[in-house]
C-alpha cells in the first residue's frame, strides 16, 4: 500500500506545527492530526466574557526583529507566517519578601543590553557587574563552540575541544550556581540573576549553566517577544501555511495506536477508525504516550529505558484574572513581576506549593489591546507539580481546593504589590495540573515535558540526539527534545526536524529515481 | 585584578556527562512506562471531564401538560461508571439521534452535584410545539433509553473569587433549571452563598414548573428566597407583572449582589434595557448563554444575502459532502439537518466547541454571540452554531466530538 502521505504529524503543539508547517513548505504531503478542536496545545487562549486569556505564554525568547532578527524571527519568516511581535525590554521586577529580599527591576535596553542589564545588577549589588558581563562573554563562546559542535554532526576533535572551548565545556557540565559562584558573583547578585529559573522548572543550583544563561541570553538581547494576536494567533497562523502549501490538519482525531511495518519502522497511525499511512511520522506527544500506543513488540528496551529513566518536567499552578480596572489603575507597571519568599532557587522551588515563588503578569503592559478599554488581564503562574495535588482530594474537593489556593496567590500578592486586585474580578478561571492534564495528556498534567535537569541536560540530550532515537522512521518534536522546553526550542526542533526529513525523503526520492532510470536505460 | 573566570571548574567533567546519561538509561526498567491514568493528575482530569458519558434514562416525572424531567444514572453496561461532578448551572450537552441525523442539545442538570455524587443528574425539559427535537424526546425517551451526553459544561456558576456572596437570581419560565440546581447546592451546602433571592418570572401559577419544589427549598434554607413573578395572573404572595428595575431594586438586599439572568430571549433583551440602570459593575451581571440565535435579519445593519438559496460544501477530515442553506438558519443546524453529525455544546456562540474553518463564502455573525478568538477574525475561522450564511460557502469541520 501505498503511503498516503509522505509526513504524519501527531500533536498540533507549537513543534508540530511548526515542523508540519515547514515540511509542507518544502513540498511534502504533510497531515498533523490533533486530538482537540484548536491547534496550539499550550500555545493558545480561551475566552470568558470580554477577556481572551493567554493560557500558557509569558514570553518568547530569541525572536529578534526585522533589523536584528533570531532563530524564532528568522523561522517565522521563512514559513512565510507574520505573528506581528510585540516587545518589552524591561525584563522583570523581583520583590523577594524574605529578611535578606530585596526589590529590582532589571532590565535590557538600548544598544548594548547587556551592559545595561550589568548596570541594574552592578546598581543593586555593587561589585557584580564585571561578573554578569563575564557571563555574556561565556555565553558568546558557547555559541562558537554549538556551532562548532553542528558543524562537526557531533564528531569532536577532543584536543580542540578541551584548547579552543574549555569553559563551553565547564559552562555544560556545571551548575549555572556553580558557574557564578566561580566567576565571584556574590550570592545577592546571584539570587537575582536566578530569577528566571521558574521558566526552565529546575532550580539553579541543578539546572546547567549553558542552558539557563543562553536562555537569559535571549530574553536580554531580543528582549521578550509576543504575539499581537495572541498565542492562538501564532497557531493559526501556521496552521494557515500548513493548509496554504497543501497540508491537512484534521481536529478531534486523536491518534489510538502507531503502526509498524515489518521491520519495526513505524508506518503510520490509527486515528478516528482509520489508518493514515505516511514516510515518517513525527511525534509532537511524548514518547511515553507513543510507547503506550505501539505494540509492545515495537517498543525497543532502549525506548523503554530512557522513558523510564526520565522525570517529568514541571507543570504549572495558574490564575487568569479579567480585572473591570486599566493596567494604569492597577499601577503594576511592568509586566512581569516575580515574587519569592527566599531569595534561594532551591527554597523557592521547595515552597512551590506555598507561595515560595510565583510570577504576576499584565499583559496590558505589552499591548493594552490585550482587553477592552478600562480594563486588563493578570495572570498569576506558580510552578506545581501533578504529585503536588493532595493525595485525598476528591472530585467533589477540587474547585474549592484550587479556588483557596488562588485566593492564598491573590491576598499575597495584594500584600507585597500594595495593589487591590480582589474586589476587580470580572473573570477568573484557575487552572491547575489537572487543567493540563485535560488538555493535553500528558502525564501528570507536565507542561515542561522531561526534567532537563543533571543526566539529562540540554548538552547532554545534543550529544545523545542521534542514539537516542531508536524506532524507525519516528522523530519527536517539542519540549521533549535536545533544546527541551519553552515555545522558542520547540518551535526550532520543528524545523529542525523538517528539514532532516525533508533532506532524508529528497535523498530516497533521488536514489528511487536514479534506480527506475537505471532500469529504463537497460 | 583578573577578569572572573570559571577556570576554577574541572572542564573535564564535561567528558563524563554522556557516559553518564547513558549509564541512567541502561539502569532503568525495560518495562512499558505506566500509562498517563496511572497518574493523580490525569485520574482526577478524567473524573472531572470525561470525554463522554453513557447514561440511562433511570425515570421519568411528568410535569404537568408542558414539562417533563428525565432522570439520568451511569449506564456501567457501556463503561460509565459513576457521574461526573459539576458546578450547579453546568450544563450537559445531550446527543439527540434524530431519523434525519443526530443534533445536540444543551440542557441545564436540574439536580444538585450531591445528586450527581449520589449517582443521579435530572434534566427538566419543556415541551416547545412542533419542535423537532421536542417531539422526538416526549415521543421516544422512556425508562431504559440509553444517552450519550457530554461532561458537564458551562460558565453560569458562582465564582466565590469574583462574585458578591450575595445573589440575585433573575429567571425567566423554563431556564430556571441551573438556579434550582444553585438553590439546591446553596441548600445542601456545597455552594457558600449567603443570600440567594430568585426572582422567578411566568406567565401564570400554573406554569412555574419546580415551584414546590423551590419552596421547599426556600422553607428549609435561610439563605434561599423565592419570589414569584406572574405576568398575566394575580395572586396573594406573588408579584405581579414582569420582572423589572423596580421589582429587582424592592427585592434586591443591600451591599453588593451579583446578578444571575437566565430566560428566554424577549426576556433576556427587556432585562439588557435596563440593566445598567441598576448602576452594577458588569461584573457583577451574570448571563446563562444565549440560546440559538433566531430571526438575524432583523438586526440593524444586518448585510443582504447574496441569493435565497446556496450551496454549502463541508468538508470533514478530507471528505467533502454537498448540502443546501439559505441565510435564516445557522450553519451548524444546515449541517445537523443534512445529515452531518458536527460537534456543538452550547449552540450560542460561546463556547467554541464548533469551532470550524469557513474556506469561502460570506457569513453573518452577529455581534451578542460572537464568541470567538480574536485570531479566528482573521484567519477565517466561525463557530457555526451562530453563523448565518450570506452566500454559498466551504466549511472545513471536525467530526462530531461530545
Known sequence: MDPQYDVVVVGAGNGGLMCAAQCAKNGLKTLVLEKHNLPGGCATTFVRGRYEFEASLHELCSVGTAEKPDEVYRLFEKVGADPDWRYEHTMFRAVCTAPDGYDVTLSGTGDDPWDTFAQCVEDAVPGSKEGVLAIRDLVEHDKDAVAYITKMKGKLNPLRMITQYADFMRMAAYSAEDVMVALGLPAKARNILCTYWGYLGVPTDELKAFHYFNMVDGYVTDGAAFPRLKSHG????????????????????????????????????????????????????????????????NVPDKARQLANARSFGISVFTIYLGLDISKDELGLGNYTTFIQKSPRARDQYDLRSNKGFYIVNCLNEIFDEATPEGTCQLFFTAQLDGSDIPDDLTPEEYKDWKNKLAQSYIADAEKVLGVDISSHVEEVVVATPVTFARYLGTPTGTIYAYRTAGWDSVMARMSAQFTDNTVQSLSFVGGQTARGDGYSCAFISGDTTAERITNQLRAEDAAAEAVASGKAGE | ?????????????????????????????TAIPPKPSSYKANRMAAALHPSVQHVKIAQVIDRGPRFRSFVLEADEDRGTEGLAWFDAGQYLSVEVPLPEGAVTRPFSICSSPLDAKNGQYQLTLERVPGGRVSDFVWDTWAEGTKLDVSMPCGEFTYEPIRDAKQVVALVGGSSITPIYSLAKAVAEGTEH????????????????????ELQELADSCDAVTLVNVLADEERDGCEHGFITLDLVRKHAPEGDVSYFICGPQAMRLAIDAWIDDLGVRRKFIRREVFGEYRDPEKDPGYPAPAATEFKLTVRVCGEEHELTCNAHDTLLNWMERQGIHAPARCRSGECGWCHSRLVSGDVYVPERTDGRREADKKYGYVHPCATFPLSDVVLEVPPFAN
Open chain 2, 1 to 29: 585584578m583578573a577578569k572572573p573566570n570559571i577556570r576554577s571548574l574541572d572542564a573535564m567533567a564535561f567528558t563524563s556527562m554522556a557516559g553518564e546519561r547513558e549509564r541512567h538509561i541502561e539502569e532503568a526498567s
Open chain 2, 193 to 212: 452563598i449567603e443570600s440567594l433571592t430568585i426572582l422567578y418570572g411566568t406567565n401564570t401559577w400554573d406554569e412555574a414548573v419546580l415551584e414546590a
Open chain 1, 234 to 297: 501564532l497557531s493559526e497562523g501556521l496552521a494557515k501555511v500548513i493548509l496554504d502549501n497543501g497540508g491537512d490538519i484534521f481536529y478531534n482525531t486523536e491518534v489510538d495506536g502507531f503502526v509498524y511495518d515489518g521491520n519495526g519502522a513505524v508506518c503510520g497511525v490509527t486515528a478516528g477508525g482509520k489508518e493514515y499511512r505516511a514516510r515518517r511520522i513525527v511525534s509532537n506527544i511524548l514518547a511515553n504516550n507513543v510507547w503506550n500506543l505501539s505494540p509492545a513488540k
